[in-house]
């Protein structure tokens, strides 16, 4: 096969490792050679990235291209992923001794290399969206790209409905604009609704889809333990010993974890089970670079036995010969699990194999589910979304910094990025207003313009500074203040400032797998001590847990109303679920089982109500929220709620006799808008919306709490805007970043349409089986409502009062 | 409002922080900082330039009614010395209505400089009745109402924490919380607050409806 491709280098070598070519790669090469884009879909270890980058090495070995010309864009969601790939290509490169240059560019590249790179391009470079973006803002940039041949984009179904892949794609349209015969190539991993992907990846016509059929599936189970399933967690303590085992008998093993405290405490407990010094890591995003570099380095040199990992470790990283893959915890999406599988036996046609261990009953459930979606090749759907003006925004200051445009041009080359393909001349404008100078209807800044028209009618920068500090603000990802973790001289990673926050002198806490006591905290610095405590305080990051999945919460559902699979179940959650169906209901597929029962809570009595909805965290918050303002209204008092995947718990002062009352389609979703104004989502949303549009800078001083001067509050500032420019363009960003996000607006509409007038309310004595986990995972999630916020001042007052006897 | 006793005279706390005299019909406030929005503009900050409006409109509608005649503005009035160049004609029109209504005290700040904004008269301190009006308080005896620390508290109930503007009251120390639209907070943890944090204060919170009175044993420190 390999004689149609005639690259001998590239044949001399596959011969000497005695491989050869899959048909999907000869079939890249004669797309590509033919003009057309190519989205490759293929499950992981089927040659994908070299698939990728065939086509290119073929023409820049037969056709000899031009020496320090950049010939070929290889563009990654992961940092980690462009070495990974660099120093997968540059074998068989220095095998062949073939004078081609292969680069990375990110974030971490030293600014000598960076200078080079500009001086003296390589023939392929590897870099993220966000480098990408930064090398397009150099005034040298048309010269730089004006020869492109190739641009390959990995992962490309990661990127498709996030801000990333906006700027992504605006940039990619700018480099058509550059360079007009460029050919892109996307590689994807299996996806649901392959269309959009290939939209996202080209406009042109001349554009297909290869899909690589899977030819082995994966063996998952899931793990049996001695000890019984604990009703509420996220932790599986209850199953180290069982981890433990099954990592023995593996050579290399992954162990997923889905957030960053839960990879702390399982590192941990898996180390005090290590009797037999197995090499255990631990690999998430907040450590410092370097100690990652090692793992990964380790990983692939097989100097270790088992890696514990957040999502760093997902996407397709070639990191040695994993042969488990263990999940703990639900993988909350058919497709995030199969990519994480897909880590094991990394080979095409080899089956991989993964166990689960689920870390609470529900969670039981769920895994079950994922197995039986994944045994019947059910996706989850990847949403489509329409491209963000904050990071439009962006990215007009961005074309402005490397040349002045003609409004019509850059109007032209916008919408010729799929995600904005629909954005109006009118918004466009808009959106370049509010570059120039804030866009308020107030002309009150024309004087200190970023950018205005020059003689030419083009519009230009006004001042080189506006560049630098572009430079400083690209991105579109927006991460809550860090602090650093300090041991000595030694920064150890770092950590969201709020999780400081909660610590006192003398707290211990888990970080990079050590236990480390917090002393104080002195600038950016949160000086640390090691110790030799064994209880932490552990750290519990909140972001990172995605909610569970549409497709998975359909499953789940069926899984509980049909009896007959319950024989399956181990006994406890068998038992579990008999006790609620004789002592409440169950849910059912297409209704809404709510219960309600009196409870103690901190010695007053209070009504719980809870809505088993399956419908994933997010969704259920929105509907916590909304119910409660209802319940407000009504004058229930309602307190707090709290929402997990499956279900929604509220409590109030007063019973809620009538959920219909509470619980109804129009009515909620007319309190939606007048909700929404209020929430701190949204002013979370503002801050980020303000901050990838460039209002306010990433850097900017006042966010440091330090000394008695004032911290900037972006707070402060949606709040005037509000009230004096409603429809401003950041408010409309905030809002849609809402209403798609965190609140699941489209979920939510579905689900209230689908239970209309299939409501089952209980009203109990006492706490059902179902509810245990429930109750038990109440934290402190509340509503941020000043409303609510009067009641507990009041209560907490009138607490006092009584305590000083003056009530 | 709540009532205030200092120095064996009547004071009143508003909501939305302005502190009244009313037998001596004065209205005192802190911390205006107005035109801070419109300060980052030359750095290519575009923030909503509304804050002096919001500001203004705010002092204007929570006077109104009360019979007041003479306004103490206790520093920091300006965000910094060319504020006034940067303000809107609606902003001008409502700082002059606010002076031409009534006799308005300007004690210093550490934002202004004495003799570089505008015509205004600035005052290092301001005395009635051996109560000291200044901008920052002094560690003496002497009966002092100031500003420039940007106070709030945090209180924690066992559900939730709520932090607000406050406003401390110790024995010959008021200090007021900042009253302008784009003011933050320092809390009164901070250390710089210690000398004016014993048994004896009392921390009044004020939230959009209430004014919540604490000691600072009950305030989480």
């Known amino acids: ?807 | 409002m709540k009532v205030i006793n200092f120095n064996n005279h009547k004071f009143q706390i508003s909501k939305e922080g302005i502190l009244f005299w009313f037998d001596k019909q004065i209205a005192i406030i802190a911390d205006l900082h107005l035109e801070k929005g419109s300060s980052f503009g030359p750095s290519g900050q575009f923030l909503p330039p509304y804050d002096s409006e919001e500001t203004l409109k705010k002092i204007l509608n929570t006077i109104k009614d009360h019979n007041i005649k003479k306004i103490i503005l206790l520093g920091d009035t300006f965000h910094d010395k060319n504020a006034i160049s940067r303000m809107s004609k609606k902003v001008i029109i409502l700082f002059r209505s606010l002076i031409e209504k009534y006799e308005v005290i300007f004690i210093l700040g550490n934002h202004e400089s004495k003799f570089e904004i505008g015509q205004i008269n600035f005052l290092n301190e301001y005395v009635i009745d051996d109560i000291h009006f200044i901008h920052e308080a002094l560690q003496t005896s002497v009966f002092q109402i100031s500003g420039h620390f940007h106070p709030v508290a945090t209180v924690k109930s066992n559900i939730k924490k709520i932090t607000a503007k406050c406003l401390l009251h110790t024995n010959n120390h008021i200090i007021l919380p900042s009253f302008g639209q784009y003011t933050g907070g320092l809390n009164i943890t901070n250390p710089v607050l210690k000398p004016f944090l014993n048994n004896e204060t009392k921390i009044y919170m004020l939230t959009k409806k209430s004014i919540y009175k604490f000691t600072s044993k009950e305030i989480e420190m």
């Open chain 1, 1 to 807: 096969m390999s004689d149609i491709l005639k690259i001998e280098p590239i044949d001399n070598w596959l011969k000497k490792n005695n491989w050869s070519f899959y048909n999907h790669q000869v079939e890249t090469v004669k797309l590509s050679e033919n003009g057309f884009d190519v989205l490759l879909v293929a499950p992981t270890g089927g040659g994908k990235t070299l698939a990728g980058f065939l086509p290119s090495l073929k023409d820049l070995i037969n056709n000899k291209s031009e020496k320090n010309k950049l010939h070929t864009l290889y563009i990654s969601p992961l940092k980690a992923l462009t070495i990974d790939v660099h120093r997968n290509l540059t074998s068989p490169i220095e095998d062949q001794g073939l004078d081609i240059r292969v680069e990375t560019r990110t974030g971490d590249t030293s600014a000598y290399k960076k200078n080079r790179q500009k001086i003296l391009p390589p023939h392929m470079l590897m870099t993220t969206p966000e480098s990408l973006a930064l090398l397009l803002s150099n005034k040298e940039s048309k010269d730089y790209f004006k020869d492109l041949k190739y641009v390959i984009i990995d992962e490309i179904h990661v990127l498709v409905n996030s801000k990333r892949g906006d700027l992504l794609s605006l940039n990619l349209s700018r480099i058509h604009s550059i360079s007009p015969d460029c050919k892109r190539i996307g590689l994807s991993a299996t996806v649901k609704n392959k269309e959009t992907v290939l939209k996202f990846l080209t406009s042109k016509n001349k554009a297909k889809i290869l899909n690589v059929k899977e030819t082995s599936f994966p063996k998952i189970e899931i793990l049996e333990t001695k000890t019984r399933v604990p009703w509420s967690g996220h932790m599986a303590s209850y199953a180290i010993e069982d981890i433990y085992q099954k990592i023995q008998k593996s050579s290399l093993t992954i162990v997923f974890v889905n957030t960053r405290a839960q990879a702390e405490l399982v590192f941990n407990k898996l180390w005090q089970e290590n009797d037999n010094n197995l090499r255990i890591a631990i690999h998430h995003g907040s450590l410092e670079k370097e100690i990652r570099r090692k793992v990964e380095n380790l990983m692939s040199l097989g100097k270790i036995d088992c890696v514990v990992a957040t999502s760093s470790l997902d996407l397709g990283i070639d990191w040695g010969d994993v042969d488990l893959v263990i999940q703990i915890g639900s993988p909350k999406g058919i497709s995030r699990f199969l990519q994480r599988i897909g880590r094991s036996n990394h080979k095409f046609d080899e089956p991989s194999n993964a166990i689960l261990v689920p870390s609470n009953r529900f969670e039981y459930l769920e895994c079950l589910s994922a197995i039986h979606s994944i045994q019947n090749k059910l996706l989850d759907e990847t949403r489509e979304k329409k491209g963000s003006l904050d990071v439009l925004a962006q990215h007009v200051l961005g074309v402005a910094c490397s040349e002045p445009f003609e409004v019509d041009d850059l109007y032209n080359q916008v919408i010729n990025a799929w995600p904005y393909r629909n954005l109006t001349k009118t918004k466009f404008l808009e959106v370049v207003e509010f570059v120039k100078n804030g866009g308020y209807s107030l002309k009150h800044y024309e004087q200190y313009s970023k950018i205005g028209l020059n003689k030419d009618k083009l519009y230009a920068i006004n001042n080189k500074s506006v560049r630098n500090r572009y430079k400083l603000n690209v991105g579109t990802i927006v991460e809550s203040y860090m602090l650093n973790v300090k041991l000595g001289n030694k920064t150890l990673g770092q950590v969201e400032e709020w999780f400081i926050e909660g610590l006192n002198e003398g707290d211990t806490f888990l970080f990079g797998g050590r236990v480390l006591e917090y002393q104080s905290i002195s600038n950016n610095n949160i000086i640390v001590k090691s110790t030799s405590h064994t209880h932490p305080k552990i750290p519990s990051y909140a972001g990172g847990r995605l909610p569970l999945s549409t497709e998975l919460s359909i499953e789940v559902r069926k899984l509980l109303s049909k009896k007959q699979f319950w024989k399956n179940f181990p006994n406890q959650i068998n038992e579990w679920l008999k006790l609620q169906s004789k002592f409440s209901n169950l849910p059912s597929l297409n209704g809404l089982l709510v219960e309600t029962f009196p409870r103690l809570m901190s010695g007053k009595k209070r009504f719980f109500l809870i809505c088993y909805t399956f419908e994933g965290r997010n969704a259920n918050q929105t509907l916590g929220f909304l119910m409660s303002k209802k319940m407000l209204r009504i004058g229930y008092k309602p307190i707090s709620f709290v929402a997990t995947d499956y279900a929604l718990a509220i409590w109030s002062m007063n019973e809620v006799k009538e959920v219909n009352s509470v619980l109804n389609e129009d009515l909620m979703l007319d309190d939606l808008y007048e909700w929404l104004e209020e929430t701190p989502l949204l002013k979370k949303n503002f801050r980020d919306a303000a901050i990838i549009s460039g209002l306010i800078e990433r850097s900017i001083p006042g966010l440091k709490k330090t000394g008695k001067q004032v911290l900037f509050n972006s707070d402060l500032i949606f709040n005037v805007l509000k009230k004096h420019e409603p429809k401003h363009l950041l408010l409309e960003v905030a809002r849609e970043d809402s209403y798609r996000g965190l609140i699941d607006l489209d979920r939510l509409s579905e689900f209230l349409k689908r239970i209309e007038k299939n409501i089952t309310h209980k009203k109990l004595d006492r706490i059902s089986p179902l509810a245990v986990p429930l109750i038990l995972e109440i934290n402190r999630q509340t509503i941020d409502k000043s409303e609510m916020e009067e009641y507990f001042l009041e209560e907490l007052e009138n607490e006092m009062l009584s305590e000083v006897g003056l009530n």
